[in-house]
């Protein structure tokens, strides 16, 4: 066996061996899960937990944590490694950052890594990524001039220390956040998070008798990277591009320029062309950037085999720095997702041609769009609360869209009663739209209107951050445009997409969540399904007489 190869294991027992890491990573996730403070993470899913080898490879990730998350994890781990060398970790060790361009993109986001241990030496790490509810600054905010504004930045550094809490960096961060029984409260589930994953992998390691994980780290990463390049080398070799447009900031758009090109078992995603970073915080660092081209693809291609290390490898990915899919440092970053978000739509539009049955429309839930309602209840105490929810999908090539889900993200919307429980916020009205999914042979997801009402004496801030309002998804192979998102406030008036504004008490907030693109010409939909669309509310008895030809 060359020293390239990696080592041999059985189908089966290596089958059964990532199955108990998964298993693994998702009680990891549990533990967060169960002890987390926040709605953002027990409720919403904004979060992840990835378990790595030595080297910072990922092995195995949580089933349902968010896959750009999991991408990223094991890039940051490898940049806690280079300041921290491997020899230097002990036992208890816990590393932190929210380093937008270390980890994931902007600030709210903290990676958490401790080591596993196993036999007296370190055999690897368990991490996850969570989204806190507070960092100080503009809180989350899309009209920040720079990162400075964005809210305080943690560098790498020791959380804990051979298990002793740092209270030196704990002072700093929850003396500069609003919410900091909550951000601790997150924070501690974090570490609870990774302790659990380091001790079900050295509990795996007793089992198995393995002496380490880099033997079968190699193994499953080759397995997942074979499998990525033998959906790659199925498509044709050829160069395709496509352009998306966003509404960017004020009376200035965005353009996404995407090229990809297939060579053999390779892929290269270029983003050239693409418009230059600008002085607000819908820049997106490379790491998201990278994140959000690689994860569409896994799905195209290659849906079915569970992801780590190796499922990237034969994806490059390029943008021009200075571009706002790679802004450079102290650039404004905190909304990166009404960016990065539209990614998966670039991608599969370039691809529209070359994997037709694979792809899907663009989504009206990417970019997601999110409100975040700060400031004080009725007894003085501070809250500071996302509201999450989500537009339509696109539609595929069998298939409608889903209404109401998110994508390429997986976050979810989390319960309206625990909503409600923590924040001084009443939802009124939450249902689907009608005629808001992009008409096509299958229809997009529709989007979903929901109106609330500040329940406070006294103004709260709202921050906004949305994106679909002059640019709706678009549609694929004659499919329609999905319908475009808007939000209103109970005098009638619209406040900025992209930042904060103040909302009086007992005021109402109305936000339409864009509908998902349609795929394929609506004329040839199935005449039941435009039926029980028209049945179930879905389109209007317009719509369907006037855009799917219904007699």
Known sequence: MSAAEPPAFDPITLEICWNRLISAADEAATGLLRTAFSTIVRESNDFATVLMDRNGDSVSEN????????????????????????????????????????ATGHLPDFTVVTGIFHQGGLVGFSGSIAHSPDVGGSLWAADCRDIFEEGIRIPPGHLLREGTWNQQILDILLANVRVPREVLGDLQAQVVAAEVGARRVAEFLDDTGLADLQDLSAALAARADRAMR??????????????????????????????????????????????????????????????????????????????????????????????????????????????????????????EDVIPDRIIAECGGAPTMRALFSGARRDGTSFSQVLFASGGMGACPHKDGMSATAFPTNVGAGSIEAYETVAPIIVWTKRLLPDSGGAGTFRGGLGQEIELEVDTE??????????????????????????????????????????????????????????????????????????????????????????????
Request: aromatic residues 8%; glycine residues 10%; contains cysteine.
């Open 63 to 102: 089933t349902g944590g968010l896959a750009s998350f999991s991408c990223i994890l094991p890039r940051t781990t490898k940049t806690f490694l280079r300041r921290y060398p491997a020899e230097t970790w002990r036992p208890g060790d816990v590393v932190v950052t929210n380093d937008p361009w270390l």
């Open 230 to 351: 033998r959906a790659i080398a199925a498509m044709p070799d050829g160069t395709w591009r496509s352009e998306i447009m966003a509404d960017g900031f004020d009376d200035k758009p965005t353009r996404i320029r995407c090229e990809v090109t297939v060579r053999g078992e390779t892929m290269h995603i270029d983003y050239a062309g693409t418009s230059p970073q600008i002085d607000r915080g819908i820049n997106c660092v490379m790491n998201y950037t990278h994140a959000y081209s690689v994860y569409p693809v896994k799905c195209a291609l290659d849906p079915f085999t569970p992801r780590n290390e190796g499922s990237y490898r034969a994806i490059s990915v390029t943008a021009p720095e200075r571009s706002i899919l790679n802004p450079v440092y102290p650039a404004p970053v905190s909304a990166r997702q009404l960016t990065g978000h539209l990614l998966a739509g670039a991608v599969y539009k370039a691809l």
């Open 458 to 551: 006294t103004p709260v801030r709202l921050s906004l951050l949305s994106d679909r309002q002059a640019n709706p998804a678009g549609g694929v192979r004659g499919g329609k445009l999905g319908g475009p998102a808007a939000i209103t406030l109970s005098d009638g008036s619209r406040p900025h997409p992209k930042s904060r504004t103040t909302v009086n008490g007992k005021e109402r907030v109305t936000m339409l969540y864009a509908g998902g693109g349609g795929y394929g010409d609506p004329k040839a939909r199935a005449r039941d399904a435009v039926r029980e669309d028209l049945r179930h509310g879905y389109i209007t008895a317009r719509a369907a007489r006037d855009t799917y030809g219904l007699e």
